[in-house]
C-alpha cells in the first residue's frame, strides 16, 4: 500500500509497530516545541477506600424518632497527576548569571534572554544563538529554550535543529554543552516537555456526623429534619483536569479541605394535608380548604472550598495554574517573590452559605369516586436569595472582595449563581 505517512509527522520518522510509538532516537518530533505525555508511573497502585458508620437511633413518641450517626471514609492511592520532568529553577538562575553577571529580576527573564549571535569582548559564541561563553568569567552559558529550560530528560534537540537550518545535530549541540563547560548536560533524543505522569499516592478523609429527627404521617403531617457536620480532607480532589501540584517535589503541602467539603448542611422536608373529613363538613370554610396539600423543602448549608492562584509563573515550572499566592501580614495576598512558591494554603477560598425554600402546593378536585383533577403549584427558591455558586479564583479579585470568614478563609467575586426563583404549574388527571 506505500509507505505509511503520519500527517503532521516527519516522513523520515520509523514507527516501530510492534511497540505502537516512534523510534525515539531517530524521531525528529512534531515541532520546536516540545509536547507534554501522559503516561503512568511504574509502581502505580490501584486506589481503595475504608468505610465506618455507627448509628444510634431511640424513639422519642409514638411518631417521633431521632437518630444520630457517624459515618467515616478514608482513601489510600489516589491518582493524581505529577510532572516527572520538571524544570530545574537552580540551574535557570546560575545559567542566567553566567550570562548577565548578576540575579534576574523575575523568572521570565531568566527563561527569555538571548544568547548572542556573534563573538565580542564581552563573549565568545560557541553555536550562535544557543551555546556561547562569557569571556570574565570563562563560564559557559546555554539558551533556556534549547536546554529544554533544565529540564531533567534531555536538551530541545528538535528546536537546536530547526534554529540552524538542521546544521547543529545532536553531537554537534553534546559537543558545544559540554565544550562550554555549560550546565546542560547532555540527553538521549525525547520529544516531551513536561511528563504529567499519573501518581497514585493521593489520600482522603471524610469525617460526618448525621443527626435526623423524623416524624411519620399521622394527623394529617410528617417531616424529616436532617442535618450534617462534615469535613473532606485530601491532597488531590479533582480528578477530572491535569492540574499538578503547586510544587511537584513537595506534595504534602497539597494536604487540605476538598473542593467538594461542606462543613454543615440542614435539609427540613415535610408536608401537611387536610383532613379528610373536611370534604364533607358543613363548614363553608372547611369545604374551601379541603384537599389541599402542602410540601416544603428547607435547605441552609455553608459554602464550599476552592483554590486561589495568581496566574503567574512565580515558580518557574512553565504552568500558570496552579500557582498560589503569598498571605501578607494584613492578609493581602501577593505575587511571592520570583523562583519561589506561595505560602497560601490550597483551597483557601470559600463561597458564599446557600439556603432556599421550595414550596409545592396540591389542591384535589374530586368527581364522583372514580375521577380526580390534582392542579399543582411549585415555587423554587420561593424568596429569590441569591445563592453564589462560584467565584473567581484569581488573588485580585479576593484582594478587591476584601471579606474573610470566622476560619480566615476568602470570599471573592462571584462568577456565577444557582437559580433565581422560578414557578411550575401542572394539572394530574386521574381515572
Avoid at 224 to 234: G, K, M, Q, R, V
Avoid at 396 to 402: C, E, I, R, S, W
Wanted: glycine letters at 8%; a neutral charge; aromatic letters at 12%.
Amino acid at each position: 500500500c506505500g509507505p505509511v505517512v503520519t500527517p503532521g509527522v516527519s516522513p523520515t520518522s520509523t514507527y516501530q509497530f510492534g511497540r505502537q510509538r516512534f523510534d525515539d532516537q531517530t524521531f525528529p518530533g512534531f515541532g520546536t516545541v516540545l509536547p507534554f505525555t501522559l503516561p503512568i508511573i511504574q509502581d502505580f497502585e490501584y486506589a481503595y477506600a475504608t468505610q465506618a458508620n455507627f448509628a444510634v437511633e431511640r424513639q422519642l413518641t409514638d411518631d417521633m424518632s431521632l437518630s444520630v450517626g457517624y459515618i467515616g471514609v478514608f482513601a489510600k492511592h489516589l491518582p493524581h497527576p505529577t510532572d516527572l520532568n520538571t524544570p530545574n529553577t537552580a540551574l535557570q538562575i546560575e545559567n542566567f548569571r553566567r550570562f548577565a553577571g548578576r540575579d534576574p529580576i523575575n523568572t521570565q527573564e531568566a527563561v527569555a534572554f538571548s544568547v548572542p549571535m556573534a563573538s565580542s569582548a564581552a563573549f565568545t559564541v560557541v553555536i550562535p544563538g544557543m551555546v556561547a561563553v562569557n569571556n570574565a568569567t570563562g563560564l559557559g552559558f546555554v539558551s533556556p529554550a534549547v536546554a529544554n529550560f533544565f529540564r531533567p530528560n534531555a536538551p530541545n534537540y528538535f528546536l537546536a535543529q530547526a534554529l540552524s537550518g538542521g546544521l547543529v545535530s545532536k553531537a554537534v549541540l553534546d559537543g558545544a554543552l559540554v565544550g562550554a563547560g555549560t550546565l546542560r548536560t547532555p540527553g538521549v533524543l525525547t520529544p516531551f516537555g513536561a511528563i504529567n505522569a499519573q501518581s497514585s499516592d493521593g489520600r482522603s478523609s471524610y469525617n460526618a456526623m448525621n443527626m435526623e429527627l423524623k416524624r411519620r404521617f399521622a394527623n394529617n403531617f410528617t417531616f424529616l429534619a436532617s442535618y450534617t457536620w462534615a469535613h473532606s480532607i485530601d491532597d488531590s480532589s479533582d480528578l477530572q483536569t491535569l492540574l499538578l501540584a503547586q510544587d511537584t517535589n513537595d506534595f504534602r503541602a497539597e494536604k487540605a479541605d476538598s473542593l467538594f467539603d461542606q462543613r454543615h448542611r440542614f435539609v427540613f422536608s415535610g408536608l401537611i394535608s387536610s383532613p379528610s373529613g373536611w370534604g364533607s363538613s358543613d363548614s363553608v370554610l372547611k369545604k374551601i380548604m379541603s384537599n389541599f396539600t402542602v410540601a416544603p423543602i428547607i435547605e441552609v448549608s455553608s459554602g464550599r472550598p476552592f483554590n486561589i492562584i495568581t496566574n503567574v509563573d512565580s515558580n518557574n515550572d512553565q504552568s500558570t495554574q496552579t500557582d498560589r499566592p503569598n498571605v501578607a501580614a494584613d492578609g493581602t495576598l501577593t505575587v511571592p517573590l520570583p523562583f519561589n512558591t506561595g505560602n497560601l494554603g490550597r483551597n483557601r477560598g470559600i463561597t458564599h452559605s446557600f439556603a432556599s425554600v421550595d414550596l409545592r402546593l396540591t389542591r384535589a378536585i374530586k368527581f364522583g369516586e372514580r375521577y380526580r383533577i390534582d392542579l399543582i403549584g411549585e415555587v423554587f427558591n420561593l424568596f429569590n436569595r441569591f445563592n453564589e455558586a462560584s467565584a473567581s479564583p484569581f488573588f485580585t479579585d479576593v484582594n478587591a472582595f476584601g471579606q474573610r470568614d470566622g476560619g480566615g478563609r476568602y470570599f471573592s467575586r462571584p462568577t456565577a449563581s444557582f437559580d433565581p426563583r422560578q414557578f411550575q404549574f401542572g394539572v394530574k388527571f386521574t381515572f
